[in-house]
Each structure stands twice: as structure tokens, then as C-alpha cells.
């Protein structure tokens, strides 16, 4: 082989390593998958309420693939619960609208933050394209997108459950806020729901050095539901293991009530006296069962 077919051969070799390594890339494997989410639903019609974007079709479509079925959704409470449950804690199905997000990141924040100014939440809806949206910027999990998470919080235009959903998802970003912080923001909430969204991610952590601050806002808080919470939150940090009353041991119907957070056991038992032990000890398996049938 002579050397110009030599310097050909190496050419060609290059360019296919190239090619390879071209379609390889991220940016290829985005178009890629912007391409797929294009052909989800030619035909979708873009929501009036969605912002003028080049890509609000890409996200129809997208939302149209993730909605629940209609076979899902048979009776009045399973519609509210659905609303519930994507609203405040994301979508079951909600792949297409994330791969979107990531593909997109910043580009799509201006979309998605537009669909939750525009997109009034409906009580009637169970899959609205608003929620989607908050599901979008937690995936996208830019600067820029926990920014519109945290306006979209502080908002007092938007759905309960819209502004729920945005604290769910921004309590979810690593990093946020430190723990202390976060029980700093139990007082100034307006919904009881979410004080408990709040609580519940405390009470994942048992971070020892918030005892006090618990103590605090449990003695501050008006509502007894979150006041229980709040003391039960300082229960499972001094009693690691062990199962906790939810309600400062009141057991108004007769009933005392374990939650065994280590174990995922529920127990009840019947009040004997006039207040119901702060703790309990975790049950067998068969234990469990029965005492859930008392």
C-alpha cells in the first residue's frame, strides 16, 4: 500500500472513530431523546394555557403520555387522591416530562415555570398540566429551576396543592435548607399539610442537635395534630427503635396508637388509664397483625 492510501485509510478510520464518538456524546443522546419525546403525540393540541415556547407542543405531548388512564381513575376519590398524590409528591407516571426536563434543563425552566402561572389547577382535575411542571423543574434541579420552586412556594396565586408540591420537591434537593432551618419554617405555614411535609422529613434525619428546637415549636403550635408530631419527631431521636405515640399519648377514641417507623408497623391498642404510654416496643410479625385487628 502506498502512502496516499495509507493517509486515506487513517482519514477514514478517524472520521468513523468520530462519528462514534459523536453519537456517543451528551448532547447527541439529547436530541436523541428530544427527537422521541417530538413523536410521542404529533397530533396533541398545545393547552391554551401553556406559554408561547418552542418546545410547549414537546411538553403537551409529553404530559399527554404520562396522564393517568382513564381506566385508573374510576370514582370521585380516587380522582381526588390522584390530584393529592401528583400534586404534592410527583406523578407515578411521569418519565416523558422528566426526560424533557433533563434535555432541556435551563432552556425548558421558562416553559414549565410559565405552564404553572398559566395553568389554573381545577378541583375537577386529576393529572393537571401544572403539576407535571413542578415535576419538570425537580428534574431539571438547576438554579434556575429550584428558584421557580421556591417562588412558586411563596406564591399566594397558585393551587394548595401546587404550593404543597413545591415544597415537597425543594424539601427533596439536597442542600435546600440545613435541618435547623427547616423546623425554623413549621410556624410561618399556613397548611397544616405543610407543617407535616416539613415533619416528616425531620423526622427521617433524627438529628439529635434539633431536640430543643422541637421542643419549641411542638410548645408553640396551636393545632394538636402537629403538636403530637412535633414531640414525636424528639421521641424517635431519644428512643432509636423503639415505636412512638403520634398524639402526646392522649388516645381520644380509647385507642393508643404506635407508629414503629425502623420496623414500617402501625400498632393499637386499648387505652388502660387516662393516658396511653409515650412508648412501646415493636411487635413480632404475628404480634403486629393482631394488634391491628384489635
Request: charged share 25%; aromatic share 4%.
Amino acid at each position: 500500500m502506498n502512502i496516499r492510501n495509507i493517509i486515506v485509510a487513517v482519514a477514514l478510520l478517524g472520521f468513523g472513530g468520530f462519528a462514534v464518538w459523536d453519537y456517543r456524546s451528551a448532547d447527541s443522546q439529547r436530541l436523541r431523546d428530544l427527537s422521541a419525546l417530538e413523536k410521542l403525540a404529533p397530533d396533541v393540541e398545545i393547552p391554551s394555557c401553556y406559554p408561547k415556547h418552542p418546545n410547549a407542543k414537546v411538553l403537551a405531548g409529553a404530559v399527554w403520555a404520562d396522564v393517568h388512564s382513564k381506566g385508573e381513575i374510576e370514582t370521585e376519590e380516587q380522582r381526588r387522591g390522584a390530584l393529592q398524590h401528583d400534586c404534592i409528591r410527583g406523578a407515578n407516571s411521569r418519565a416523558n416530562v422528566e426526560k424533557l426536563a433533563v434535555v432541556l434543563l435551563d432552556q425548558g425552566v421558562a416553559l414549565f415555570s410559565g405552564v404553572i402561572d398559566g395553568c389554573k389547577v381545577e378541583k375537577t382535575d386529576s393529572s393537571p398540566s401544572a403539576c407535571f411542571a413542578l415535576d419538570g423543574l425537580a428534574a431539571a434541579h438547576t438554579p434556575k429551576a429550584i428558584a421557580v420552586l421556591e417562588k412558586t412556594l411563596a406564591s399566594g396565586t397558585v393551587a394548595k396543592e401546587v404550593a404543597l408540591g413545591a415544597l415537597f420537591r425543594l424539601l427533596q434537593t439536597p442542600g435546600w435548607k440545613t435541618h435547623a432551618q427547616l423546623v425554623a419554617l413549621i410556624p410561618e405555614q399556613k397548611h397544616w399539610e405543610a407543617k407535616e411535609l416539613i415533619v416528616e422529613k425531620i423526622r427521617e434525619v433524627r438529628d439529635p442537635s434539633l431536640k430543643e428546637a422541637l421542643r419549641s415549636a411542638s410548645a408553640a403550635e396551636t393545632d394538636g395534630q402537629e403538636k403530637g408530631k412535633l414531640m414525636a419527631a424528639v421521641l424517635e431521636i431519644e428512643n432509636p427503635g423503639r415505636c412512638v405515640v403520634e398524639d402526646q399519648g392522649v388516645g381520644a377514641d380509647g385507642i393508643c396508637r404506635y407508629l414503629c417507623k425502623d420496623q414500617q408497623q402501625h400498632l393499637r391498642y386499648p387505652k388502660v388509664g387516662a393516658m396511653c404510654p409515650l412508648l412501646h416496643e415493636p411487635a413480632t410479625p404475628e404480634v403486629a397483625a393482631a394488634a391491628l385487628g384489635k
